[in-house]
């Protein structure tokens, strides 16, 4: 099983204008079973993390190419990937690394049923084909911000990316839901990640019913 899955490079053109995508956007909680393309969710990680310009790498524009705006540029946040029914990429926990516009498996277990039993409401990440998970690093914007950093400016940046995450669904014509209400010990002991990594927000995503 491959450990590393390079995402096909995102497309910067979409048919709906921002304005109808809008229009659109809504919490979508009923998803079908259907498959998620290598394309989809390469395009939905760009979205959420990506560099504007992934081809041309961090060091070429710096820390402040990305697709949405982050207090002093520091990006406190990692994404990971609960993946479930994604062509071509096998089941499994997975790091998105911008830089790379890739996926690095964490290892290949199906996370949505120990995830269901500890968001709210459930039934929706047991059904989706991927979920987004956003982690904070609270000491990244410590380190220049101090507590104004972690009590502001974290869930700014996750408000600004989570967003992006809604409407590039949209456009795609994919759903997703920003899921808040988790059991904070519970998600500790599924995803079993680094003491710093705090974990924010679960967004599902997949074809709406
Ligand atoms: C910070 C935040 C936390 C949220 N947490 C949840 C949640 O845990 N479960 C859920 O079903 N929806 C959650 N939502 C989605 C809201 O319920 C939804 O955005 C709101 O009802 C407005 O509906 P709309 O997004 O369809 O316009 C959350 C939204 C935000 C911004």
């Known amino acids: 099983m491959s450990e590393y899955v390079k995402l096909p490079h995102p497309r910067t053109s ?15 909680r009923d998803f079908q079973t259907s498959s998620l393309s290598p394309s989809e969710i390469s395009q939905i990680l760009w979205a959420a993390y990506g560099l504007k310009e992934p081809e041309r790498g961090k060091r070429y524009t ?10 002093g540029a520091i990006f406190p946040l990692e994404i990971y990937l609960v993946a479930a029914d994604i062509i071509d990429i096998p089941s499994g926990f997975y790091h998105f690394i911008p830089d790379e516009h890739a996926l690095k498996l964490i290892h290949d277990k199906d996370l949505r049923e120990d995830l269901y039993k500890i968001a709210y409401p459930r039934e929706m990440i047991r059904v989706a084909p991927a979920s987004l ?8 914007v410590m380190d220049r911000f101090g507590e104004r950093g972690r009590q502001r400016y974290i869930p700014m940046d996750i408000g600004h990316s989570a967003q992006n995450v809604y409407l590039q669904a949209e456009a795609l014509g994919l759903g997703t839901c920003a899921i808040g209400a988790f059991d904070d010990e519970g998600i500790k002991q599924v995803l079993d990640l680094p003491a710093e990594e705090i974990p924010m927000y679960i967004m599902p995503v997949g074809y709406p019913v």
């Open 14 to 28: 979409g048919d709906q204008s921002l304005e109808e995508i809008f229009l659109n956007r809504r919490s979508r």
């Open 62 to 71: 710096g820390k402040a190419n990305r697709t949405w705006p982050s207090a």
């Open 133 to 140: 998970i956003y982690i904070a690093i609270e000491s990244r």
